[in-house]
């Protein structure tokens, strides 16, 4: 069993990502929305400043980046669930559980922040899911949508050719002929 990192001032259990179920995830996120239905996040409702929330998330990012996907999720699940209205939280949590090859939740994650206005890598995160379902329409269609969204900025240059890349790679295969 991993060490996972919770900040102390949060009531939340520990996430332990192997046994999160989708469904888990969705009602957990659905009762952190009920919380902001009612105008305010739970982060609020416990005290929680933006600067913490932010040097939090800032920690999470450094553990993603330094490989450790596990601690970064435990990180990004919180934050999520403290404030569901940020798309940042809902990406780092989707990229960790792609990382730790989890594809579907981390769709969930992924389609959660594009649905807040995450800028394309979101996008691009859900067309890499699809394709590790192996759902190559929708992958192609994202990645479609993402080398539109891209085309001519130069602040996505390469995330515009890694999905148009992609897309066409994806493409070839599907229109290659089966070897038999």
Do not use: W
Not at 103 to 126: C, K, S, T, V
């Amino acid at each position: 069993m991993s060490d996972y990192y919770l900040h102390p001032v949060l009531t939340l259990a520990p996430v332990d990502y192997r046994e999160l179920k989708t469904a888990a995830i969705r009602m957990l996120s659905e009762e952190s929305l009920n919380a902001v239905s009612s105008g305010q996040s739970l982060a609020t409702l416990r005290g929680l400043g933006r600067d913490e929330i932010q040097a939090r998330l800032a920690e999470g990012r450094a553990l993603a980046e330094a490989g450790d996907f596990e601690r970064a999720f435990s990180i990004a699940f919180d934050l999520y669930l403290l404030d569901p209205r940020e798309y940042r939280h809902a990406f780092l949590a989707g990229m960790c559980m792609y990382e730790l090859g989890r594809p579907e939740d981390a769709l969930a994650f992924y389609f959660a922040a594009e649905r807040m206005g995450a800028p394309p890598e979101a996008l691009f995160g859900m067309a890499q899911c699809c394709e590790a379902l192996d759902d190559c329409r929708s992958a192609m269609r994202f990645y479609d949508r993402v080398g539109e969204m891209t085309r001519s900025q130069t602040q996505y240059e390469d995330l515009h050719e890694s999905a148009t890349d992609a897309a066409h790679s994806l493409y070839t295969r599907q229109t290659q002929p089966a070897v038999t």
